[in-house]
């Protein structure tokens, strides 16, 4: 069992930034693929970013493409969501995932991931 916690949401204004943690517990994530998505009310879950397991691969939502980045820390079994220029569409609630299937590819679906966290509220005021 993997357990992913997530930590960094709040209130801020458009433009600013903000910067999601999501802690792992009872599984090393080193060798696996993460990947955060973001839920508003009324809208399906959807992808923003994912990281393969050695950094070497991101990939990213064509909406937040060049606003955010995603990072990992294996030794601290962390991944990071770094937010720039927030619009007030990215309120969401944001989720990571883990990918333990080990695969190259670097899944963005929500059904290709295997474990979740509990999310987190980002809110973007005007």
């Known amino acids: 069992q993997v357990q992913l916690v997530e930590s960094g949401g709040g209130l801020v204004q458009a433009g600013g930034s903000l910067r999601l943690s999501c802690a792992a517990s009872?599984?090393?994530?080193?060798?696996?693929?993460m990947g955060w998505f973001r839920q508003a009310p009324g809208k399906e879950r959807e992808f923003v970013a994912a990281i393969s397991w050695n950094s070497g691969s991101t990939n990213f939502a064509d909406s937040v493409t060049d606003r955010f980045a995603i990072s990992r820390d294996n030794a601290r079994n962390t991944v990071y969501l770094q937010m720039h220029s927030l619009k007030l569409e990215d309120t969401a609630v944001y989720y990571c995932a883990a990918d333990l299937s080990r695969s190259s590819y670097l899944a963005h679906r929500p059904y290709e991931y295997d474990f979740w966290g509990q999310g987190t509220q980002v809110t973007v005021s005007s």
């Open positions: 009872g599984r090393a994530l080193g060798s696996f693929a």
